[in-house]
C-alpha cells in the first residue's frame, strides 16, 4: 500500500522536461533521459547506461549489484570500474554516512552523479533518500521514481526535481 501511495505522490509532484528550469537537469532530461535509445530492460540499469555514455564517465563504482556491473563491462569495456575517483557511483543502498564516507576519503568529486537505485522500494529506502537529498553537498538531485541522480555541482544553486521519464 505505501508504493501506490508513493507512486501516486510521486505522480502528482512530477513533471517532465517542460517544467525544469536549470539549464543541467534540462539538457539530462532532453540529451540523455529522454532519448528513445534503450540499452537494457531493466529500467534503472538502462538509465545507468544512457547517463554513462551522456556524461562520457570514465571511472565507475557499481555498489552492490552484481549483474549492472557486469552489463556496464559488457557494454562500456574500456571503463575503469571502482577506481579511486569516481565519476558515477550507482548503488542500491546509500546512507548519509555512506555518502559522507565517499566524500570524505575523496572518492567523489564536483560533477560527480550518484544514481540510487530503488528509493521508493521500502520506508526505509524513502527516509535515507529524503536525508541524502537534504545534505549540503548534494546541489541537484532527482527524483525519477525507480532511481534517484544526487549531482555534485557547487557552481549550481541547490534545487530538488521530480521527473518523470
Not at 552523479?113 to 526505509?124: E, H, N, R, W
Request: aromatic letters at 10%.
Amino acid at each position: 500500500m505505501d508504493k501506490i501511495l508513493s507512486y501516486i505522490g510521486f505522480l502528482r509532484k512530477s513533471t517532465n522536461e517542460h517544467g525544469v528550469h536549470s539549464p543541467f537537469v534540462f539538457k539530462y532530461v532532453t540529451q540523455c533521459l529522454n532519448v528513445r535509445k534503450r540499452w537494457h530492460h531493466d529500467k534503472s540499469i538502462n538509465v545507468l547506461l544512457k547517463t554513462i555514455s551522456y556524461f562520457q564517465s570514465q571511472s565507475i563504482a557499481v555498489l552492490d549489484d552484481i549483474e549492472a556491473a557486469k552489463v556496464v563491462m559488457d557494454t562500456f569495456p574500456q571503463l575503469q570500474l571502482n577506481p579511486n575517483l569516481f565519476d558515477l557511483v550507482y548503488t542500491k543502498d546509500l546512507d548519509v554516512f555512506q555518502f559522507e564516507q565517499l566524500l570524505s576519503k575523496g572518492k567523489v568529486h564536483n560533477d560527480s552523479v550518484i544514481l540510487v537505485d530503488g528509493i521508493y522500494q521500502t520506508p526505509a529506502q524513502k527516509r535515507r533518500w529524503n536525508q541524502l537529498i537534504q545534505l549540503s553537498d548534494i546541489t541537484v538531485s532527482i527524483d525519477m521514481y525507480n532511481l534517484g541522480a544526487l549531482c555534485i555541482r557547487k557552481e549550481q544553486e541547490k534545487e530538488h526535481f521530480t521527473i518523470r521519464i
